[in-house]
């Protein structure tokens, strides 16, 4: 894999590890961003790695542009040999789909949808060619994501699931982007889900809504208070399918305070994901439920 | 209290000079999106040059000073009147308690930049006062300042002087855009690259500090190609990736779009390049309708450029030290 880089201006330079999505070039990416971050260099500001490509926002009166384009070129050969492993997290994220508020709101956004006569999940269920809805929400929450890049807006992550190729679910965004979106509504667009962190605007299908906050400038939820977006880049999250009641309970859980999220330590191999899928997945399962 | 807001104006908020270090959450810079404007203005009234200011678009608000203080306005010509009376723009001006500081209509650019002696006094957040209201964080209470808003001042130093209209930063008619290509700028033909530079384009209505969309070029023809994986099937979506500051996405080919101070940090359309880091001011002064060029520079005069600018706000300190 070899990296494009490219001036962003003069004040960035933007690398793209690969055109097309694979955890390879996350994983790349990821451990180059990392290194860059190590290195301390002097007149970096900013360092973000994005699912595929990374960039680097930095001082050009501290630094000259040449100078720090040459110190990334001579990291990228120790990144690829890495061997792509990863000390992170992993985490539940209870997902109420086909939830009346993203019902609500996709129905207002018809006219801007390839289908118009169908939900949002009717629609991805058919283009992937799965059954029903139910089949969809399956494929969609029976197997852990990886947190691939956090952006767009204030901690929104996106998430690439962790499966071969030829079952990556694919859907691609609403025609014309819709001019709202529920808050921490479970998106979909290309082959990543997202959860929007905020209200606004957003162009990804809608298949659900998460009662647990994601994001937090006031700093009062109990597990923001240290930071105040919850994911990293790296994190593994596994959905949970829950009932409106469960819904109900966990927003209640969340309003007084006392909602507590799953999240472990894990460790991840890519080398082992790739030789053994569904072994690797099954042992970060054992992980999430503390087995 | 020291300053009431007794009406807000289309959007004030509080900015100083931005909240690095966070974009890689997805939480942008922010801070005054003319920044040559707001330096001016803090160094009128004796602050810091990135003191937290008010800044305010198209329209002024209306303030009661509860306190005395200085006070000076910069940036586009919305000039500023004292009980009535009106005041001279990019000169410091004194406010007595009780004075009421309000603005006539709005002459030439954009934003204005109202600048306190002391500076507006709201808690840091992640080490800035700036306002990022879509994700309701710092400034006053993470959003505009509405009618009866209170805001305390810091302790104020001595302001004094003007900067003459020599000194002063605009945009042209048109405004002249210095761009980079770079980024994803091989997707397109090299036909439309001439085009996008040779076309005059207008600033669209939706204009805002996250981003500046234009119209009226010509539609951009792209260079076939399969789509990669995860990017999706129009020839302008890439694999979600960052966004640079001042870079200029074109969804679909049709309006290319200029991120700006509030960006949203990255997502899934191919950008032509990078407005230089010299003529971001230059975009927080233009109206809707204006019309605009994007002129091709290389990292040389991008850098060239950077200098002049800086050179440009010395001649202002040094101007005011007289």
Known sequence: MSIRFSFGGDEHIFAEVSEEMSLEAFFTSLSLTNAVKQAGIKGVTEICPANASFQIKYDPDQIKAGDLLRELQSMEGAASKSDASLKTRIMEIPVYYQDPWTHETLMRFRERHQDPSATDLEYAARVNGLGSVEDFIEAHSSQPWFVSMVGFVAGLPFLYQMVERKRQLQVPKYLRPRTDTPKLTVGYGGCFSCIYSVRGAGGYQMFGVTPMPIYDPNQQVSYLQDEMCLFRPGDIVKWKPISRDQYDADTEAVNANRFEPTIREASFSLAEFNKDINGTNAKLMEVLHGR | ?322
Request: hydrophobic residues 40%; glycine residues 14%.
């Open chain 2, 1 to 322: 209290m020291a300053v009431k807001i007794i009406n807000p104006g289309l959007s004030t908020t509080v900015q100083d000079l931005g909240r690095p270090g966070y974009y890689h959450l997805g939480i942008p810079i922010s801070g005054g999106m003319d920044r040559f404007a707001l330096r001016a203005a803090n160094l009128l009234v004796g602050n810091d040059e990135g003191a937290a200011v008010l800044e305010a678009v198209f329209l002024g608000p209306e303030i009661e000073f509860t306190q005395a203080a200085t006070v000076a306005v910069t940036g586009g010509e919305l000039p500023p009147k004292v009980n009535g009376a009106e005041q001279a723009t990019w000169e410091a001006f004194a406010v007595k308690s009780g004075d009421v500081l309000s603005f006539g209509y709005l002459k030439s650019g954009a934003r204005v930049y109202i600048a306190i002696s002391g500076g507006v006094d709201v808690p840091l957040k992640l080490g800035s006062r700036s306002t990022y209201t879509l994700g309701a964080l710092g400034g006053h209470e993470g959003r505009a300042l509405k009618a009866g808003d209170a805001l305390p001042l810091g302790p104020s130093g001595k302001g004094r002087g003007a900067i003459p209209a020599a000194l002063r930063r605009g945009p042209g008619n048109p405004a002249e855009l210095r761009m980079l290509p770079g980024l994803y700028w091989h997707r397109i033909t090299a036909a439309a690259g001439k085009q996008f530079f040779a076309d005059t384009w207008k600033v669209a209505p939706e204009a805002d500090r996250i981003g500046y969309r234009f119209k009226g070029g010509k539609a951009l023809d792209f260079v076939p190609r399969t789509p990669p994986f995860g990017a999706g099937s129009d020839p302008s979506n890439i694999v979600d990736a960052c966004y640079p500051y001042g870079s200029v996405q074109v969804p679909s080919g049709t309006e290319p779009i200029v991120l700006h101070r509030d960006a949203v940090s990255g997502g899934g359309y191919m950008m032509l390049g990078v407005i230089i880091s010299a003529d971001m001011d230059l975009i927080g002064q233009l109206q809707p309708h204006s019309p605009a060029r994007f002129v091709e520079v290389t990292l040389d005069e991008a850098l060239c450029a950077r200098a002049d600018r800086q050179a440009a706000l010395q001649r202002v300190r040094d101007h005011l030290k007289l």
